[in-house]
């Protein structure tokens, strides 16, 4: 504990990439900054962890939806960020043959060709009218987004229809509707889901796929090569270095602007005086005084641990703290000492052409639906949905030399067991994920000299990821737009004078975008121009 209290314009809690691209942003305005990060380390699920001695990666494994816009404004590349855009983007092995992602939409309209005749066409109508609808919904992932009744107000008469569908009606339906193969619907179905913890058919599942047509609209694509334009997600590339370098070019950014960095200083709490912030306190006692916070933390741990009743009025804090969190997140990292070979690939496939690119395990839509539903009544899935990557095919350093790291997120392993705890069932459930993933790697188990498994609960106590939810909240309608992650703070300003919100539990929502934090530091700096007029914080139906 130390006498002092140091000042700042602006204190962020929280070192992930939300909180570093808010750092960035306002110390690129000439403010004096500090973030404050619990763990060791910057980044959070972004940066780079030693998994085991020698094997370094992050916990997430792609940067696809890192919004380009801030590579570009914050000159990310003079700091050492460098993408590879691999082609093909992601490898997707189904029963009738795996699915390749070419960045060349006519080797992608031949797959789906074949899968069912004249399946390109729906496919790529479908993404179009998606596209078509997210301009007309009056939300931007920039702003403060307005509520849900009012969106439905503003869609026009031709496109209420495919709103309703969307937002009202579940994933499965849209997709059965909408295409006839399998493979074409689980495709998208992977990607709309993700970690979600609600099965295809219950409503408001399909609002994932809105993701991308919402970003498009905010920001249009201004060139051919926009990634945002590529058909599949993880279209950006991957960062050379892993995921990590997106957070060491960021701290990079923040160091050259003057931002103060500092791990290991968990904040106690949050200080305020008159119904305003002053400050925040660490557990270790050190005090940081500042007129502005940016709490880049989940919301809920926010709301239940950092405020008192005083700061922001009882039922909102209660309301907030009793947001339930759904997580099912479990981490596989495996020592290889060598590539595994891929079975199934197309004779004009090599081995080469996909083992550095990223791989999905999602054999169907009914499928998903059963790991899902076996995730939600507390039973890690038997047949789990998988991402992964060899990261160091791209990052060789990420490795010993000679060896490779096969990183895999396995999805619907619940964070509360209705059987059991996780020390009995993290080895069957992380073996369980090999053995599946060996019917695409068949020599996969031959190759590994070490492993790791992480359960949720590893990884809520390594994170600070409340239940292993990396979204900091489900991603559904009800929880999205004006809703997220309270309609009463919404728009990353709380009841709290000089109290702002940012990270994945506010809108946009969660994954790797950086817009969270970009978005809390655009409130800050014209909270403190005195340029935002209180409309624009507040929406009325």
């Known amino acids: 504990m130390t006498d002092r209290a140091d000042t700042f314009d602006v204190v962020i809690v929280g070192g992930g990439h939300n909180g570093l691209v808010a750092a960035a942003y306002l110390g690129r305005a000439g403010l004096k900054v500090a973030v404050l990060e619990a763990r060791g380390s910057l980044g959070g699920p972004c940066g780079t962890y030693e998994f085991m001695p020698g094997y370094r990666t992050a916990f997430t494994n792609s940067a696809g939806s890192f919004e380009p816009r801030f590579v570009d404004e914050l000159n990310l590349a003079s700091f050492g960020l460098r993408f590879l855009p691999t082609n093909p983007t992601v490898v997707h092995p189904f029963p009738r043959g795996t699915f390749i992602g070419w960045r060349d939409r006519a080797r992608i309209a031949g797959q789906l060709n074949a899968f069912a005749r004249g399946e390109a066409d729906r496919y790529f109508q479908l993404l179009a009218r998606l596209e078509e609808l997210g301009r007309h919904l009056g939300a931007s992932v920039f702003a403060p987004s307005p509520s849900l009744s009012t969106i439905a107000r503003a869609v026009p008469a031709e496109l209420q229809r495919l709103f309703e569908r969307v937002f009202f009606g579940s994933l499965r339906q849209l997709l059965d509707e909408e295409l006839v193969s399998e493979e074409a619907k689980a495709l998208l179905a992977i990607v709309a889901l993700n970690a979600t913890l609600a099965p295809p058919s219950a409503p408001g599942t399909a609002i994932g796929l809105m993701m991308r047509p919402l970003s498009l609209a905010s920001t249009p694509a201004l060139s051919p090569d926009d990634p945002r334009r590529v058909p599949l997600r993880g279209s950006s590339g991957l960062p050379l270095g892993g995921m990590g370098a997106v957070i060491d070019a960021l701290a990079g950014c923040c160091r050259s602007l003057g931002v103060t960095m500092l791990t290991d200083a968990p904040v106690l709490r949050v200080l305020h005086e008159g119904g305003r912030v002053s400050g925040v306190v660490t557990r270790a006692g050190d005090e940081y005084r500042t007129a502005r916070v940016i709490s880049a933390i989940n919301p ?132 369980r994920c090999v053995d599946v993933l060996s019917r695409l790697m068949p020599d996969l188990k031959d190759r590994i000299v070490a492993h790791r498994f992480m359960a949720p609960n590893d990884i809520e106590e390594e994170l600070g990821l409340v239940a292993s939810n990396i979204t900091h909240g489900d991603m559904l309608p009800a929880n999205l737009f004006g809703a997220r992650p309270h309609a009463a703070v919404h728009a990353y300003k709380t009841p709290l004078d000089g109290l702002f919100l940012s990270g994945s539990g506010v809108w946009p929502g969660g994954y790797v975008t950086g817009i969270p934090g970009f978005n809390a530091s655009t409130a800050v700096l014209a909270d403190i121009q005195g340029t935002v007029p209180a409309s624009a914080y507040t929406y009325k139906d």
């Open 300 to 431: 809920k741990t926010l709301f239940a641990d950092l405020l008192d009743d005083a700061a922001v009025g009882a039922a909102l804090r209660q309301d907030i703290a009793a947001v339930p969190m759904r997580g099912s997140a479990f981490k596989i990292v495996l020592a290889l000492d060598g590539l595994p070979r891929y079975a199934g690939l197309p004779d004009d496939v090599g081995a080469a052409d996909v083992a550095g690119v990223q791989f999905r395990v999602a054999p169907s839509l009914d499928a998903i639906e059963r790991s899902v539903s076996e995730g939600l009544s507390g039973v890690p899935s038997h047949e789990p949905i998988m991402w992964g990557l060899i990261p160091t095919v791209t990052s060789p350093e990420l490795a010993p030399p000679g060896r490779h790291l096969l990183s895999i997120n396995a999805w619907h392993a619940p964070y509360a067991l209705a059987h059991g705890n996780w020390s009995d069932m993290r080895d069957v459930f992380g073996w």
